[in-house]
């Protein structure tokens, strides 16, 4: 079964910064897939924060553009978002995505494989 775990989520005053990582078993994060994070507060729809193709290339939303970075570890097997000089509106919940079927990779539709999500709360 495939399965994406995120962590790294917390509590954090504005201005701070926090590292979300998205581990994968029986699905390679390697270079054959585009991995993207999403983002949903309640009764709010979920929308693309990042996106990592599988050439290495990011894309970013207008909202989080020169704070947030997505990178990708071979190694571990992981996707991560650094998240740096955190604003109140970035509260939500956080999740990875992977296995991009169509474009656009904003659309949540378009992914296969999704995470439970991790909480970030910024005050």
């Known amino acids: 079964d495939v399965q994406l775990v995120e962590s790294g989520g917390g509590s954090v005053q504005a201005g701070e910064s926090l590292r979300l990582s998205c581990a994968g078993t029986?699905?390679?994060?390697?270079?054959?897939?585009?991995v993207g994070w999403f983002r949903q507060t309640p009764g709010q729809e979920r929308e693309g924060v990042a996106v990592?193709?599988?050439?290495?290339?990011?894309g970013y939303a207008d909202s989080v553009k020169g704070r947030f970075a997505i990178s990708r570890d071979s190694a571990k097997n992981t996707v991560d978002l650094q998240m740096n000089s955190l604003k109140p509106e970035d509260t939500a919940m956080y999740f990875c995505?992977?296995?991009?079927?169509?474009?656009?990779?904003?659309?949540?539709?378009?992914?296969?494989?999704w995470g439970q999500g991790t909480q970030v709360t910024v005050s």
């Open positions: 990592i193709a599988g050439s290495g290339s990011p």
């Open positions: 995505a992977a296995y991009l079927k169509q474009d656009p990779w904003y659309t949540p539709a378009n992914f296969r494989y």
């Open positions: 029986g699905i390679s994060l390697r270079s054959a897939f585009c």
